[in-house]
């Protein structure tokens, strides 16, 4: 099957059952899930990135991705729509949660984060999708394109080398990832809704749950 193929059979899934069940292409062995009290605190923490941040604060949308996985990357222009539709109304984070089966998943997670470091962060995240049919998949190390990204985007180089390089990085993914296992995220995408996870079978019915959380 050819990657366009499968990337056509993802995104006509979601479009028909939206995120109705995790897009896991690894099961990840998870601790049992945070308690209903816990959810919240442990989905968004003061250090997790925010694309958009709500004048009120009321909702928060948060997604735990992975930066190689294909279902991520079919759900990604749907989040765009999203952030477009509720500007100003909701907040939207960014965990990450690379799949460990992906070669380049920690690679990419670490470019990212190295580019938010200097305030890069939804242009590196967005470079990351539109480009991933070009290296997603590889079994070869694409962390000299990753660089040649950064260097795109007008980032201080010798900055970005080290960070890339830096044990806070990885640690500061590790973070992502425990939170993501304590929530009891098994694969990517996987969406919670002010600390709930969100399981719609439909693009409706996740538009009409933030709808509602809005409305409470």
Same mark, same amino acid.
């Not at 979601?14 to 897009?23: E, K």
């Not at 765009?80 to 690379?98: N, S």
């Not at 806070?168 to 995220?185: K, Q, S, Y």
């Given at each position: 099957?050819? =990657?366009?193929?499968?990337?056509?059979?993802?995104?006509? !899934?979601?479009?028909?059952?939206?995120?109705?069940? /995790?897009?896991?292409?690894?099961?990840?062995?998870?601790?049992?899930?945070? $308690?209903?009290?816990?959810?919240?605190? /442990?989905? !968004?923490?003061?250090?997790?990135?925010?694309?958009?941040?709500?004048? $009120?604060?009321? !909702?928060?949308?948060v997604e735990f991705l992975d930066f190689e996985c294909e279902a991520c990357?079919?759900?990604?222009?749907?989040?765009?729509?999203? =952030?477009?539709?509720?500007?100003?109304?909701?907040?939207?984070?960014?965990? &990450?949660?690379?799949?460990?089966?992906?070669?380049?998943?920690?690679?990419?997670? &670490?470019? !990212?984060?190295?580019?938010?470091?200097?305030?890069?962060?939804?242009?590196? &995240?967005?470079?990351?999708?539109?480009?991933?049919?070009?290296?997603?998949?590889?079994?070869?190390?694409?962390?000299?394109?990753?660089?040649?990204?950064?260097?795109?985007?007008?980032?201080?180089?010798?900055? &970005? $080398?080290? $960070?890339?390089?830096?044990?806070?990085?990885?640690?500061?993914?590790?973070?992502? /990832?425990?939170?993501?296992?304590?929530?009891?995220?098994?694969?990517?995408?996987?969406?919670?809704?002010?600390?709930q996870r969100l399981a719609p079978s439909t693009t409706e019915e996740f538009i009409?749950?933030?709808?509602?959380?809005?409305?409470?």
């Open positions: 099957m050819t =990657r366009q193929t499968k990337i056509a059979i993802i995104f006509g !899934v979601i479009a028909v059952t939206l995120f109705g069940g /995790v897009f896991a292409y690894e099961n990840l062995t998870a601790p049992a899930p945070a $308690d209903a009290s816990e959810r919240r605190d /442990v989905s !968004v923490r003061a250090e997790s990135h925010r694309l958009d941040t709500a004048e $009120d604060g009321k !909702v928060t949308l990357r079919a759900a990604y222009p749907f989040v765009e729509q999203l =952030r477009q539709r509720y500007e100003g109304r909701v907040t939207f984070v960014l965990r &990450y949660f690379p799949i460990p089966s992906h070669t380049n998943a920690n690679n990419a997670a &670490y470019a !990212v984060e190295s580019a938010a470091r200097q305030g890069k962060l939804e242009a590196m &995240y967005k470079k990351m999708y539109d480009t991933q049919a070009e290296w997603g998949e590889s079994q070869d190390s694409k962390a000299a394109l990753f660089r040649q990204f950064a260097q795109d985007l007008g980032l201080d180089m010798a900055r &970005y $080398d080290a $960070d890339v390089a830096s044990p806070d990085v990885a640690a500061r993914i590790e973070r992502d /990832v425990a939170d993501g296992r304590r929530l009891g995220v098994s694969g990517t995408p996987t969406f919670y809704l002010n600390g009409e749950a933030i709808d509602g959380a809005l409305a409470e």
